[in-house]
């Protein structure tokens, strides 16, 4: 799940954890056979099967002057193996809703292409779904995914653990700079951050082997400053990271340099990432198979998210309106 222009993520509803409790709260009920229900990227629906969903709808998650059609459907579909990612599965299957605008179904043949590209290269089949007309483009994506033991999910970090990404951040957020003010995008680099943007790359290689080693582990879908407290609260610890530790590509400071922000900020803030982040014994970072970059550490205490580095000092909050919004389209 994740956004760029605003509403993805329940980003503009002002706390989307405390609605999703109060939501949980109203379905609460009998679930034979369901071990973890709401609270990660995931529920574990049987002990080898994971099942999420997740929407994009146009204005909100894309622009149609931002991206194609394909763009659209590959990501809808990427984001949801992103959060399957986040689990340690492997996708089995889709089901696809979509809703066309006053019945114009004409742009669903490339948002298919595009899904089924996103689909085949993951090995994800998709076996179904429904079309309805409505006042704007939405993609409603479903996705099943196969486990090989029970996922570390978000409330396994402890004291001692450090905190840990896989790949790079804020490239999205860069990406997104770039759509905004054309003259960003002569800068080198930039034209793949915008492609990181418009086609992200779910890490489900990753995700399987972070499963059996990690303490915790989700995805960065909003930004480290909004997903790492995720973790803070569901496992009861205090967590310390370092602005400066986050891996930051050239452009990604370049972009920011212009837009006035310091680069670990924006890689904080700018969300849709799609990385993963795990809480892990630091003895296992090296060798357990996958490159990471460690960014902070796990410590008895509060639950809550501390900031060091530079641009911490002035909070993370009143950056997260330049990085995550866009004027309406
Ligand atoms: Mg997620």
Redesign the pocket.
Known sequence: ?ADGLGWGEGTAHPDEDALVAHLAALVDGPAPGVLRGIGD?AALIAPDLVWTVDTQVEGSHFRRDWSSPADVGWKALAVNL??LA?MGAQPVAALVSAIVPDGDASDLEPIYAGLGACARTYGCAVVGGDVASGPGLALSIGVLGRIAAPPPGRDGARPGDVIAVTGALGESAAGLAALRDPALQGLGGVEGCIAHLRRPHPRLAEGAVLARVAHAL??V?DGLARDLPRIARRSGVAITADLDTLPVHVPVRDVAHRLGVEPGVLAATGGEDYELVVAIDPADVAGCGVPLTVIGEVLAGAAGVVWRGTGAEAGLAGWDHLARRAPNP
């Open positions: 799940m990227d992103s959060d986040a989700m995805d879908s």
